[in-house]
């Protein structure tokens, strides 16, 4: 069974960084889309950042391009999310997800449905 572990989360103050991992249980870790999503207080699921096909190029959604830096090391099988500059809009549980397609379409890297498999979560809470 596959499994993703998140961890990395924690309480910041505003404007410093934090980086969140993301260690999958997977082989050929490169051939799977991965994507980071977060869950704000009392709203749903919003795609943050993916990398869907073999170049491992991110795509960011609007509100984190600029701040959040996605990468993966194929490697150690392990996703990562840089985050600078933390604004209080930022906090919610960040999430990992992991789907066994690859795509070029990057918009589809940013939606639930692309991902069979989810980490647990992990807590970013940014003070102002």
């Known amino acids: 069974q596959v499994q993703l572990v998140e961890s990395g989360g924690g309480l910041v103050q505003s404007g410093t960084s934090l980086r969140l991992s993301c260690e999958a249980s997977?082989?050929?870790?490169?051939?799977?889309?991965v994507g980071w999503f977060r869950q704000l207080p009392g709203k749903g699921r919003e795609g943050v950042a993916s990398i869907t096909d073999r170049d491992n190029q991110a795509f960011y959604a609007d509100s984190v391009k600029g701040r959040f830096i996605m990468s993966r090391d194929t490697a150690k099988s392990t996703a990562y999310l840089l985050m600078n500059n933390l604004t209080p809009d930022d906090t919610a549980v960040y999430f990992c997800a992991a789907g066994t397609t690859l795509t070029t379409n990057r918009f589809l890297g940013l939606q639930e449905g692309w991902y069979e498999m989810w980490g647990q979560g992990t807590q970013v809470t940014v003070s102002a």
């Open positions: 997977i082989s050929n870790f490169g051939l799977y889309s």
